[in-house]
């Protein structure tokens, strides 16, 4: 996906604070120009949207740990944003000391608990004897270093160096595993919103929401109403449905064109078409997102 011109009057939302692994893929998209407004829940960058911000960054799942519970408990609702675009960043995990400071004088080490496991092996290996600190985030963790004696480390994005000043990267790439990688979805407020030209694809893609009546043995079954799509299904997602109706479930059905660089107008056509089909059968179904 190209990035789209800069725009220094966007802002976009992104789940805080500065120097996560969401702002890093918002700055890989959008880049230096652009607001970013730091939120504290997946929940409050959506809610965003409706309020002083252009575009949310959330993160949609990682290679290892799967769905982003969060952020499709948010798409399943009745207004959840309109997906316009995707990013994916690799998790670079990096050893963020204040500088001068050497590998040897290190014996605290503090980050977010996913990413000090997710880096034990280095840990064992290069720094046996540090103790360990948890923190809220690994951002947090590399704000807190820099008012830390010069013993103390954070593992973090290497985006930290260029936000909290005295900071450098002693090693970079410390996790246990190399394929980490997280796929971050790009939201808009709805459909209709302005968006800077950003829909530049090789394969288009769509996010459906698809349910089945509320009532049971009446319409077409989950199945039959996924396979009317007549689309390539890539990803499938199932959360429960916020309704009075127990155990009903809204599922989340990611579509990809088979034809490369396929227009938008084309596309979408293709696409409100095949949830058209799901009406006639008596299901129910919304595009949430079109990229």
């Known amino acids: 996906m190209t990035r789209p011109p800069s725009d220094k009057n966007l802002t976009v939302a992104v789940l805080g604070p500065l120097g996560t692994y969401t702002h890093e893929a918002a700055y890989q998209q959008f880049g230096p120009s652009v607001e970013y407004l730091e939120k504290t829940t997946i929940k409050d960058v959506f809610d965003a949207l409706s309020s002083n911000a252009d575009l949310s960054v959330v993160p949609q799942e990682n290679s290892i740990f799967g769905s982003v519970i969060e952020t499709y408990d948010v798409l399943r609702g009745a207004d959840p944003g309109f997906v316009r675009g995707e990013v994916m960043l690799r998790i670079?995990?990096?050893?963020?000391?204040?500088?001068g400071v050497k590998l040897h004088d290190i014996q605290t080490v503090m980050s977010h608990e996913q990413a000090l496991g997710q880096c034990q092996r280095f840990l064992k290996s290069h720094l046996p004897l540090a103790t360990l600190v948890k923190t809220s985030s690994t951002a947090a963790a590399a704000k807190t270093v820099v008012d830390s004696p010069a013993n103390c480390?954070?593992?973090?994005?290497?985006?930290?160096v260029t936000l909290f000043d005295g900071l450098t990267v002693q090693y970079e790439g410390?996790?246990?595993?190399?394929?980490n990688f997280t796929r971050f979805f790009i939201v808009v407020k709805d459909r209709k919103a302005s968006f800077p030209s950003l829909l530049v694809t090789e394969l288009r893609h769509a996010l459906i929401q698809v349910s089945t009546q509320t009532l049971p043995g009446t319409g077409a079954d989950i199945s039959q109403l996924i396979s009317s799509l007549n689309l390539r299904v890539v990803r499938l997602?199932?959360?429960p449905a916020v309704t009075n109706v127990p155990f009903h479930d809204i599922y989340l059905v990611e579509v990809q064109d088979a034809e490369r660089y396929k227009s938008v107008l084309e596309w979408t056509s293709e696409v409100d078409g095949a949830i058209s089909r799901i009406g006639v059968l008596g299901g129910n179904a919304k595009l949430?997102?079109?990229?």
């Open 237 to 239: 997602d199932r959360r």
């Open 174 to 179: 410390i996790q246990n595993e190399a394929s």
């Open 92 to 99: 670079q995990h990096c050893l963020l000391t204040r500088q």
């Open 153 to 160: 480390a954070a593992i973090a994005s290497k985006i930290c």
């Open 288 to 291: 949430i997102g079109l990229w």
